[in-house]
């Protein structure tokens, strides 16, 4: 099934899309505990789980697929296999659509990909809007792409990098899932201005929910993301304290989801970091929302 029949169905319902995130484990160990992962994930029911994909290496050796095939086929739920362009071609791209098509997976998360200066670049895309293109010229493929609610950090402002995603859309994108957040008045104000820009697709709200402090810190350097004093001030005091760091991250999540959803958003993108722990005590905070 497509994502935009997801969408359409949920919204039928008055409910809003819920899905998560898992990424391949680079460890050959935690690689053989995948099922025991996905199937923990999968019984909570989300609408549907999207698959990271490693930019460099091969694109064929890439994990994405197989472990995608084990969602649709092993858990009956739509998978989405994330691409990125930068660091492969055309015809390596193409052997992965075909394998896509084999196993009867019908949706894509296109992405350009991050600049790595150790890896080098392909020259056959250079944006994700390329690759959106080329997969829709490619088979019948339900087609994502990435947004940032505040601003992708090579963007020179914030008009350009909102006139560059319409032009994503503009490509054949169908949906659009958001960078993690921890402000949701910057999620609405970047909502108000995809609608401004003509950009009518439905946009889900990435939602990191915080297990410690590194990590924290980590993806605040990575993505630019504001941390709102509130939180700061949470981090601060349990920072020493593991459990009760996991409990506060937990209910700060939890709380931008039930105001999101009081909002309208229009779906919620959990990035489980591979954890059902924290998968499940999300959903056990917002069930009867969804
Ligand atoms: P683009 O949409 O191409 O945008 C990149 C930059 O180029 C932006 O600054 C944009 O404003 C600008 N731009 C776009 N089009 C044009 C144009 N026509 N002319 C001029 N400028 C333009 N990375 C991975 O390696 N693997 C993953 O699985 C992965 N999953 C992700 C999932 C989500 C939900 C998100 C939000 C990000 C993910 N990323 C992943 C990270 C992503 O690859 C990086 O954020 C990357 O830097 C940008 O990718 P993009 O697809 O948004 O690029």
Do not use: W
């Not at 009867?104 to 890896?119: F, K, S, T, V, Y």
């Amino acid at each position: 099934m497509k994502v935009t029949e997801i969408f359409e169905a949920k919204k039928v319902q008055g409910k809003p899309v819920l899905s998560f995130e898992i990424f391949p484990p680079k460890k050959e160990e935690a690689l053989k505990n995948i099922d025991a992962t996905l199937e923990r994930l999968c019984d909570l029911h989300p609408d549907f789980i999207s698959v990271t994909f490693g930019a460099g290496g091969s694109a064929v050796d890439n994990q994405t697929v197989e472990i995608a095939k084990k969602i649709k086929n092993n858990y009956g739920v739509e998978p989405i296999v994330h691409l990125t362009c930068l660091h492969y071609g055309r015809e390596e791209l193409g052997v992965i659509l075909g394998q896509l098509k084999e196993a009867g997976i019908e949706n894509i998360l296109a992405l350009r990909g991050d600049i790595n200066p150790n890896i080098p670049m392909k020259q056959d895309f250079k944006y994700a809007s390329e690759l959106v293109e080329y997969i829709k010229s490619q088979g019948d493929f339900h087609v994502s792409g990435a947004c940032y609610p505040e601003t992708h950090l090579e963007a020179p402002d914030t008009i350009t990098d909102i006139h560059n995603l319409k032009k994503k859309v503009d490509a054949g994108a169908d949906h659009l899932v958001s960078q993690l957040f921890f402000d949701n008045e910057a999620f609405y104000r970047f909502y108000e201005r995809t609608r401004i820009a003509g950009i009518n697709v439905p946009v889900e709200a990435g939602i990191m929910p915080v297990t410690n402090r590194a990590q924290i810190e980590r993806m605040v350097n990575t993505c630019g993301a504001t941390l709102p004093k509130k939180f700061e001030r949470i981090l601060h005091k349990y920072e020493n304290n593991k459990e009760a760091l996991f409990d506060a991250g937990m209910a700060y999540a939890i709380n931008q989801i039930v105001d999101l959803i009081a909002n309208d958003v229009d779906g919620v993108h959990i990035f489980t970091m591979n954890n059902p722990k924290v998968a499940g005590r999300i959903c056990d905070g917002i069930r009867n929302l969804i």
